[in-house]
């Protein structure tokens, strides 16, 4: 069992904690590789479905909160830089910088899920959410609402992967404080700087798909 | 033990560039791009998704192996979209109208 105090001695299965930080990078980038599976056929469908019900998809999509997806894509991509930089912070020793670093990391992902809860609130108001207010606006027909059903689908797994990511680095946190990362043992953090960045990364294409369609101004 | 500090300054500059295509692709939702309009919103996700793994997921640096399960993820990525448009586009009939 893992104590405060680790020893740097690697598990019984490898040779060195070299080959074990390796084995658990490239373990993150098999997981990766499978939640691109994941999320791209997702994606797909929804442009294959865009490029069908263009008029439809674009009159819907203009009710999306383009100001609060971008605000997301910030808030995202800056906790993608603290947490690279928390990584760094163990990589070299800086204890303290690494504590901070996460728990910002920590913080700007509870700022996301707040905007995206916020904006659901606003969607919910704004009468878009299928099944259970969706109103059929003037020149809305059922491809709408087959619009923001893709838009619920994708946005709540993100967000259950954004959670997902908190509560890991919250748990990192709890063991950099108990000083268990060393610059020769933090192969957890850089597991999981991969898996927030990739988490990153999903909603970049996520906002790309969903937001900037029916603003265009003829 | 603490090992050589390494530049903050590539990272921020990462950082910026993707800040500044976020400010693109918001700016492309208000010009009128017609067909192209996708195309332009997911080219600028996939440049914003390159910078992301290179810098940030560290891609460009070792085991190099992950190059292959990175590279494997893609292909069967586009596998997927290759058999995927092949019948989008030789399905007749759909979608019913």
Redesign the interface.
């Known amino acids: 069992m893992a104590s405060p105090m680790r020893s740097l001695a690697p598990e019984p299965q490898f040779a060195t904690l070299e080959q074990q930080t ?1 084995t658990a ?2 373990g993150m ?2 997981f ?3 939640e ?2 994941f999320f ?2 997702l994606i ?2 929804y ?2 479905y ?4 263009w008029e439809q998809f674009r009159l819907a999509a203009a009710d999306t909160k ?1 100001l609060l997806g ?1 605000i997301n ?2 808030i995202l ?2 906790s ?2 603290t ?3 928390a990584v ?1 912070a163990a ?4 204890q303290r910088a690494l504590l901070v670093l996460l728990l910002v990391t920590a913080a700007l992902g509870f700022c996301f899920l707040g905007v995206k809860g916020y904006e659901y609130v606003q969607d919910y108001n704004s009468s878009t959410v299928p099944s259970v207010n969706f109103l059929f606006k003037s020149g809305y027909h059922s491809p709408a609402e087959l619009f923001w059903i893709f838009y619920f689908i994708a946005t709540g797994f993100h967000a259950v992967h954004v959670t997902i990511g908190i509560g890991a680095i919250l748990v990192m946190s709890w063991h950099a404080r108990r000083g268990r990362f060393s ?2 043992y933090y192969s957890p953090l850089e597991v999981l ?2 898996y927030w ?2 988490v ?2 999903v909603w ?2 996520l ?3 969903i ?3 029916g ?4 | 033990m603490t090992k050589k500090p390494e530049p903050i300054l590539p990272y921020v500059i990462a950082w910026l560039v993707l800040m500044l295509l976020l400010g693109l692709s918001v700016l492309s939702a208000y010009l009128d791009l017609g067909f192209f309009h996708p195309f332009v919103n997911f080219g600028i996700a996939a440049m914003q998704a390159a910078i992301i793994f290179l810098v940030f997921m560290r891609l460009r640096g070792p085991p190099s192996l992950k190059w292959v399960f990175a590279g494997g993820g893609f292909f069967w990525l586009m596998f997927l979209y290759g058999l995927g448009v092949i019948d989008w586009v030789t399905r007749s009939g759909f979608p019913s109208q």
Do not use: C, H
């Open positions: 390796e990078q490239l980038w098999v990766i590789a499978t691109v599976m791209g056929a797909f469908t442009y294959i865009r490029l069908i019900y383009i971008a894509v910030a991509l800056t993608s830089l947490m690279v930089l760094n990589k070299e020793g800086r610059p020769n700087g991969l960045s990739f990153d990364t970049v294409f906002f790309a798909a937001y900037p369609l603003r265009a101004i003829t």
